[in-house]
């Protein structure tokens, strides 16, 4: 091939990438225009609904109460505050529950013996419920700050331990018989093949993770907490205020989002072949 074809080849793969590039995004765009019209209908709809005296506002709560709330809330600060303690323990819990989890699944790939020893006991408590370790975990350790995040952490570290293990298993034999028939000893070997082969597990425990640690840090709020926006739902509901309880909610929702995009953005700069990331 001479280098006016190559050249010529490479233009028509730039374009072609960038052709898909501005396919993706002009997608992306309608998808999101088409979801947020569908949801601007789902609020109207809902505020007509109460207006006209089809929905109870009492039962259900209402747009218009649920802007007027928030923006209470957001006045007095109690909506920052509550939405930083829960982030706070959240984000903590999660990152000290998943990275420590991956990296003790990762180490068990060094030793089969242990890893068939405490097998039953993490398939076990993968399978609890953790937030029926609540009592116990805030009897240990109070009802402050640091019981939720041991709490987001014993959610987190399980999945994360058991995902970075499994992934490990999931590795061409074939290929690690090659470098030992090439001389690599086991330290090289996990460097340069079972740590890089287990990051899609270990990404999607940590996808997982966001949703278990949420939960285990609102359940702990529930129980006993002076701040966070599991305790302001729990209030909420007690008072039969649904409105705050919406707040508290699409907080929530928002809060789970922006944990989801970091994660993606995550992956993306780690794993850049995987499918779903141009």
């Known amino acids: 091939m001479s280098e006016a074809q190559l050249h010529t080849h490479v233009i028509r793969a730039g374009s072609v990438k960038e052709n898909d590039e501005q396919l993706a995004g002009n997608t992306l765009l309608t998808d999101n225009l088409w979801r947020g019209a569908g949801l601007a209908l789902v609020i109207l709809l809902w505020q007509v609904g109460v207006n006209v005296g089809w929905i ?13 709330e928030a ?74 700050m640091f019981s939720k995040i041991m709490l987001a952490f014993v959610a987190t570290f399980v999945v994360a331990l058991l995902s970075a293990y499994q992934g490990t298993h999931q590795i061409d034999r074939n290929l690690i018989n090659l470098m030992r028939s ?43 907490s002076d701040r966070g926006l599991g305790r302001m739902i ?7 205020n649904l409105n ?3 707040v508290g909610v699409i907080m929530l929702m928002i809060v789970a ?22």
């Open 56 to 68: 109870n506002s009492f039962l259900m709560g209402s747009p218009v109460g649920i802007a007027g």
């Open 71 to 144: 923006w209470r809330l957001i006045q007095s600060g109690q909506l920052l505050n509550d939405t930083i303690a829960t982030v706070y323990a959240t984000v903590v819990g999660f990152l000290a529950g998943s990275i420590l989890g991956s990296i003790c699944g990762l180490m068990l790939w060094f030793s089969r013996s242990v890893a068939r020893i405490i097998d039953p006991f993490m398939v076990a408590l993968n399978g609890l419920p953790k937030i029926a370790l609540a009592p116990m975990i805030i009897i240990w350790f109070g009802s402050g």
């Open 182 to 224: 090439l001389g690599a000893s086991r330290r090289e070997i996990f460097s340069k093949v079972v740590a890089p082969a287990t990051l899609p597990w270990i990404i999607s425990a940590f996808r997982l993770n966001i949703g278990f640690a949420l939960i285990a840090e609102i359940g702990g709020e529930f129980i006993s």
């Open 234 to 240: 729990f209030v909420a509901g007690n008072l039969f």
């Open 244 to 246: 705050v309880v919406w």
């Open 257 to 278: 989002i922006v944990l989801y995009v970091i994660v993606s953005q995550v992956e993306k700069r780690l794993l850049p072949w995987e499918k779903g990331h141009k």
